[in-house]
Structures are given as C-alpha cells and as structure tokens.
C-alpha cells in the first residue's frame, strides 16, 4: 500500500498550490480520501474529506471557501486545490485512506510540506 503525496512547497500569500496524493496497493474507489495537515508545535488537523464516491465533502472551516478537495477515481488520485492561502497555512500536509466494514483500514502517505512566506 502507498499513498504518495506531491505538489507542495513555498508560495506567497495569496497564492495557489495543488497537492496530489497518489494511491496504490488498495481499491482506492472504496476508500474516503482525507487530508490532514500539521504545523510545527502543533496536532495533527483535519482539512478536508470526500467520500468514496466523491458525492459527500467536508471541509474545515478554516479552509472553507479557499480549498476544494476532489478526487479521481480512475486515476487512484486524491487533489486539494488550495486558494489565497495564506501564512497560518504552512504545514505539512498529509493524506489518508479510510474504509470502515466490519473493521477499519487506515492508510496515512508520508506528507508534503507547504510553505506560505513572503
């Protein structure tokens, strides 16, 4: 199993990234796909959701507006579109894999850092 997380890295305030987590090893279309983010001195957050078929999202409020999760089924990939971000967004950004039935599977990529600096 991976999940392989990309797209980050220092932009200005205002500006725009796009992270892509890349899945493989798991039948990625049965999965909820979330990323999550951690500053320095800080617990992990969540920033957004989206179901295994794309038709529930949940997003922070901190983000709300400004991020946009989606997700390609067929190429096994999960993006968040980021927007006028801004400094309190740099972290690391991470995604997860989630599938709960009788038991619950739980995959985490190892990250990808976003800095917001001028």
């Known amino acids: 199993v991976q999940l392989v997380e990309s797209g980050g890295g220092l932009v200005q305030p205002g500006g725009s990234l796009r992270l892509s987590c890349a899945a493989s090893g798991f039948t990625f279309s049965r999965y909820d796909m979330s990323w999550y983010r951690q500053a320095p001195g800080k617990e992990r957050e969540l920033v957004a959701t989206?179901?295994?078929?794309?038709?529930?999202?949940y997003s922070a409020d901190s983000v709300k507006g400004r991020f946009t999760i989606s997700r390609d089924n067929t190429k096994n990939t999960v993006y968040l579109q980021m927007n006028s971000l801004k400094p309190e967004d740099t972290a690391a950004y991470y995604c997860?894999?989630?599938?709960?039935?009788?038991?619950?599977?739980?995959?985490w990529g190892q990250g990808t850092q976003v800095t917001v600096s001028s």
């Open positions: 997860k894999a989630r599938r709960q039935t009788f038991w619950t599977s739980e995959y």
């Open positions: 989206i179901t295994s078929a794309g038709d529930n999202i």
